[in-house]
């Protein structure tokens, strides 16, 4: 196509377009956003199916498209376009290292996560993760919702680990992948290799959505070998997944109680203040001007995960720049009208409270009161960090709010509960997710 096109929109619009496969006349592209694909669609699908036909002699051509943001990243290291130069023969080296490709995602550092109430908790426990790999934290399970920081966290902690051990042999790799390779490998007589790779040439491994598992016996029999194998070894093994581990139907009960051993972090859907304060970096590291009532705007029109609200950011930008419009709340309505501003999430002190004496079946004179049985007194303390978790209701109003107590005891029920939930008391987390559950239906 490049004969067909200007320079610039060729190196703008089909040169970051990656190849992704193709399967039975359907072609799969890899793009660095969702722009791309409106924007190819509308101006140049119907050239390039034209070529393809052309050249393949296939009628029946389609295309799908995949977004892949590694893509976008290695756009903007490409610039200045250099004709790329034969490695150095010095770069050759003996081949064991060489293999070993972490596959970090260069986007996803601790430094451009954004920390607030939601992912306090994930946030924390992957700095101690990556701060002494293979000790305490270990293994590190992170679960949240989609969209919501679990893939940023996961990588930032083998960047963490990686800075301060440049020679810390690293994998990242989705479970789909790791279940692909452990396939390919059965198929291709060449487990030694495979196991060689996961078991002994691994100091930590991160493996990303691991519910991908679920369900296909002989790859999570394998992890489960890997995972002994690396523990035992006092290697760093981080798991993220949208599902709690005893929530995950279908997995193992084995591999369950194994992520159990360590620490289980939740990450919750960010409320406003932290939204906002998502969009402002992300708009920093796109270097996009964005006014503050703008930001304000998209983080109060965009509530349901932070990769929607990154990916609006994204579009208006880029729609601003072709219209030659400034990036102001005006043109920000403009853009994204039907997209009504929904209210701040509508949970209050007293949801959280209901909810819990739904739950443990109490009265809310109980969780007001002022008695120290365990069968009360756990559920407020459960009520009190929900509340300072989800709203972030100050000490002393959740003083007030339970009954007239003093904001030092709501703080030290607080960390006591923070405290449980960091050293894995199990019944706690149950509780805590399932009023959380409670409250998202309501
Ligand atoms: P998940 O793996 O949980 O589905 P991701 O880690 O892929 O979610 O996050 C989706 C997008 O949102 C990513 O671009 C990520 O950088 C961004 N993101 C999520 N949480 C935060 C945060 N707290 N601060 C900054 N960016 C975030
Ligand atoms: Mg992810």
Redesign the pocket.
Known sequence: MRSRLSAENFETWLAPIAWGGCDDGKLLLRIPNKFYADWIRTHYLDLMLELLRDKSGVRNLDVSWEVD?RLAVELKKQEPVRPSAPPPASTVRSSEPARIQANLNP??HFE?????PS?QLAHAASIAAASSPGSRYNPLFIY??????????VNAIGHRVLQDKPNARILYVSAERFTNEFIAALQNHKMDEFRNLYRNLCDVLLM??IQFLAGRDQTMEEFFHTFNALYHSDKQIVV?S?VYPQQMKAMEERLISRFQWGMVAD?QA?ELD?RIA?VK??AEQERIDLPDEVAHFLAETVQS???E??GTLLRLAVKAELMKRPLDLVFAREALRGSQPRRESVTTVDDIQRAVCEYYNIRMADLKSHRRHRSVAQPRMIAMYLCRQRLNTSYTELGDRFGGKDHTTVMSAVRKIESRILSQDAEVLASVQAIAHRLDRT
């Open positions: 943001e986007k996803y451009s996560f954004v920390v607030g992912n949240g919702g989609v969209g919501l920081g679990k893939t940023h966290l990303d959505d993220s949208d990450i960010p932290t998502i970096k992300k995960n932070v990769r609200l990154e």
